[in-house]
């Protein structure tokens, strides 16, 4: 029998998955599928619609991207990635640098989009490669019995992805070409069409986003989500420095203006897990026991922001001039 490797644990955090990449296949021409599997068999750990995983790269970059598949005991794991033109080395890496057969490092899923399955009926509303955790959660609702439609947008029709894998859902599944229709998806027209306490969900770029909060601000703040590709705000940079205590190391810094509370902790040789630095993914996530946060993340709920219990290291940082973190 040979040996499983050991899981290795980053400080502070969950035990990593080792993986082997076992496929990649292309869903349209600037969107990939990778196929990742234990190196020794057996299954990953459960997965719920909605979760991502963070892929730790040889280059030494983390990037967090939504898995394709949820369940209870999957064996392997679905991620789709687009090449970003603008890419800082995530998705340009895996393009042009993974190969079958590579060995890798995952984070255990995180769920910062989960689906409401018990929603008397739902809205899904994927842009782009936003379709990846949409997708995941159609697949949810038709095995659960539970109604819903889903709304899936592109610029053109060579960038729509997974079409065989929607085409299971039959008249659910509406498509929109901007290219084709002159014209954008009409947030305002679909919210309005839905039924009372439906439930919403979109993913996708900015624009279309910042569309569909504008057209959803009339309904119940508990039931429009969203995720997000990048930052809607910009980092708490400003506003003063203020001192962070690490209360299980007994060390004190300061974090000047200009400076991210992460910038400073890695710094100072402080391990944090990073990937984003948006607040959009909330790998760098540290409990707050004393002081006020400023959040700029795009993770936390309102309700947890007043809780004051945890903060995004990469973008939030003190509203005094004092915070301890559980570090």
């Not at 955090?13 to 068999?41: M, N």
């Not at 898995?67 to 340009?92: E, F, I, Q, T, W």
Request: proline letters at 6%; charged letters at 20%.
């Amino acid at each position: 029998m040979r040996a499983v490797p050991t899981p290795l644990a980053p400080p502070g955090g969950q035990a990593r998955l080792q993986v082997r990449l076992q496929s990649i296949a292309y869903a349209t021409r600037d969107i990939l599928v990778y196929e990742f599997v234990r190196p020794e068999g057996g299954p990953l750990p459960a997965v719920e619609p909605g979760a991502h995983v963070d892929v730790h790269l040889a280059n030494g970059i983390t990037r967090s991207y939504s898995l394709l598949h949820a369940g209870a005991a999957l064996d392997r794991y679905l991620v789709g990635v687009k090449r970003d033109p603008n890419s800082r080395g995530g998705s340009r890496y895996m393009h042009e640098q993974l190969r079958v057969g590579s060995l890798l490092e995952l984070s255990q899923p995180r769920n910062h989009f989960p689906l409401q399955e018990q929603a008397g009926y739902t809205v899904l509303i994927a842009g782009g490669i936003g379709i990846t955790p949409i997708l995941c959660m159609a697949e949810r609702l038709e095995r659960c019995g539970a109604p819903f439609e889903l709304w899936y947008a592109s610029r053109s029709r060579a960038d729509l992805a997974f079409l065989p894998e929607l085409a299971r859902f039959g008249e659910r599944v509406r498509l929109h070409v901007d290219d084709e229709a002159n014209a954008v998806l009409d947030m305002g027209a679909i919210v309005a069409a839905a039924p009372a306490g439906a439930h919403f969900y979109c993913c996708g770029p900015g624009p279309m986003l910042a569309a569909y909060e504008a057209a959803a601000a009339g309904r119940a703040p508990e039931t429009v989500h969203l995720e997000r590709f990048g930052a809607s705000q910009p980092l708490a940079t400003g506003g003063g420095g203020f001192v962070v205590a690490l209360a299980r190391s007994g060390i004190e810094l300061c974090v000047p203006t200009g400076s991210t509370l992460l910038q400073v902790l890695t710094g100072n040789g402080v391990a944090i897990e990073s990937s984003c630095e948006a607040g959009i993914c909330g790998c760098c996530e540290v409990a707050v026991l004393e002081g006020e946060v400023d959040h700029r993340d795009e993770v936390l709920t309102p309700a947890q922001r007043a809780g004051n219990k945890s903060m995004m290291a990469c973008c939030s940082r003190a509203k005094g001039g004092r915070l301890v973190l559980d570090l």
